[in-house]
Structures are given as structure tokens and as C-alpha cells.
């Protein structure tokens, strides 16, 4: 429910930290964030309906996020029972834009889906040049005979831009009042 005083109206000083629906971010630079970002606060639930939440790396490749685990972790175990998964981006380049995701995973535990997941994230997708040496020693590491990734389907995706919000309370802005 909305208390909006009307465009015009003077609206009290917490009015943009509760109603934040006008800064998002535009597409463009939502799917920037996703594409170039490589960690998120990921979130599921536990078999008793806990919240669990950790820093995870990810990829963006083929038109989808994609994590790793092994089924002895217990993220595993829990995204297996209840697929359903939340991921919170940041920015790398600035942490006031952040990207919240909502949706389910699906796991894809065949060899060539692994490495290729292995390669993407030594790689950053192709934006970091690694050393041969080093590469060889990092996909060993991850190159686990139990290890799967999981692809995450979107259901919901939001956005929020916090220098929107900054610059609507130092120069006095109202995008509420803005016309569609």
C-alpha cells in the first residue's frame, strides 16, 4: 500500500528507501552485471525449511547461470530435494547495482558438461588468459569424477541501482511522479 502524498506533495525523508521501485537498472546493464560477474550470494533451503546462503563462483554461458557442486556438500543434497535457488549479484565495478535472481536448477553430471563448466570458470569465459601450467592445475583440482553443475532456469529476475536512489535524495528528484 502506497502513502504517496501526490505529485508535488513534499514526501517524507524515508519515502525513497521504502519505495524503490524506480531505481532498477536498465537491461542492458542488468545483463552486464550477470554476464561479467563471476560470484553471487547464493541461497536454498534446507530439508527442515532453513535458510542456508554462501559465496559461490558461477559462469554465464549459454544463455544461463551455472554452478558446481559434488554430493557430498550439502548444497547439493538440498538443491536435489528442493531445486528452487536464489542468487544475489553485485557488480564487480560497483557495489550499489545488484542483481537478485530467483529460480531452479537443473543437474547435468556428464563429463562434457563438467569440463566445459570447469573451463568457463578458470577462463572467466574467456575474458582471463591463464598459463597453460596454471590452467592444467586448476581444471585437476575441479576435474572430480563426482563433480556436477547445475544449470539455473530464471523464473524472476530484479534490479536495484543504489546511485539512483543517492542522487534522487541529494537533488531532490521525484521519479514517482514521472509519467510512463
Known sequence: MSADPGAGAARPAWWSRQYIEPF??????????????TRAAVAWVTKSCEPVVAQMSYCWYDGHIWL???PNRDKYRALERNPAISLSIHDPADWFKQVTIRGRVTFFDER????RFIHELITAGGRRAVAPDVYGREFARFDSPERAVMRVDIDRIRSYDGRKMWQTEAEGLDPWSAAP
Do not use: A, F, G, H
Not at 537498472?25 to 552486464?32: A, F, K
Not at 562434457?112 to 569440463?115: A, D, L
Open 24 to 37: 532498477t537498472l536498465d537491461d542492458d546493464e542488468l545483463w552486464r552485471i550477470v554476464r561479467e560477474s
Open 68 to 70: 558446481t557442486s559434488t
Open 112 to 115: 562434457e558438461s563438467v569440463r
